[in-house]
């Protein structure tokens, strides 16, 4: 499998801050050099105070858009269940079209119950919402195929999640990147699952770029090593405390442009 460039993502979690400061990071963090920025599709806060600050992640986006200019932006990753596909597609258009060519669709099934039951939509079980997403990707690709004017590009989709029946089959049909935060040893073995997923479908493997959350601590060197060795390229840091503290992010930078 031929990996692509190393790449360093953070994700700007939306929560505990005024947007001042959300503003600011992404800014910094495209000045340091940062591959691409996702937020998150939630309505509260994950961890931390539960009623804490928080802000809708596709408004964001858009303001993201204007405000950058190299780095690559989106969701990681939207939730399939709060938007019709075929307007998640539109605005997934519209967003790239003011980034000039440089949103990543990410999407998942959701999972976070509190935004179910808070905003009104049904939550279900996990199958379901499996089988719901997989019916909404060629309707997201179809839409996406008939808007005018198009995306800049052919977006690159995100899919996140690991379940190995039904995700990884959807990953090796629809995705461009797959997103987990699996250890090397899982990573290794959901990696043949989706190559076998591919060869199903007669699809090259080498075609999906591998992204893994990157933990909370740890040396990248120490951290990154045998996720790189199993296949991962793509890694991602997550900052959601209060002041968004960007430490952590700038020591991956440094371990990335050392390889």
Request: include cysteine; aromatic fraction near 8%; glycine fraction near 10%.
């Amino acid at each position: 499998m031929t990996n692509p460039a190393i790449q360093i993502a953070l994700q700007l979690q939306p929560q505990h801050a005024d947007y001042a400061t959300l503003r600011d990071r992404v800014r910094e963090a495209e000045d340091l050099g940062t591959d691409i920025v996702f937020n998150w599709d939630h309505f509260y806060p994950l961890y931390g105070d539960p009623d804490g600050k928080h802000y809708e992640c596709w408004t964001m986006l858009g303001a993201w858009a204007e405000q950058t200019s190299r780095i690559e932006i989106g969701a990681l990753v939207s939730c399939n269940s709060y938007r019709n596909p075929d307007l998640l597609a539109d605005m997934a258009r519209t967003v790239d079209n003011i980034s000039d060519g440089r949103l990543i669709l990410g999407i998942g099934s959701g999972w976070f119950e509190r935004d179910y039951t808070e905003y009104g939509y049904e939550f279900g079980t996990a199958g379901q919402r499996l089988d719901v997403l997989a019916e909404a990707l060629p309707r997201i690709e179809e839409r996406l195929g008939k808007l005018n004017p198009p995306p800049r590009r052919k977006l690159p989709v995100l899919i996140g999640g690991g379940g190995e029946r039904k995700t990884l089959r959807m990953v090796a049909r629809h995705a461009n990147i797959w997103h987990s935060f699996s250890d090397a040893e899982t990573l290794t073995r959901k990696l043949a699952v989706l190559r076998k997923h591919c060869a199903d479908i007669g699809r090259d493997p080498a075609e999906i770029e591998v992204s893994v959350g990157t933990g909370a601590s740890g040396e990248p060197a120490e951290v990154a090593g045998p996720l790189l060795e199993a296949g991962a390229t793509l890694f991602t840091v997550g900052v959601g405390n209060e002041g968004h503290d960007l430490g952590q992010l700038k020591s991956w930078l440094a371990w990335r442009d050392s390889q």
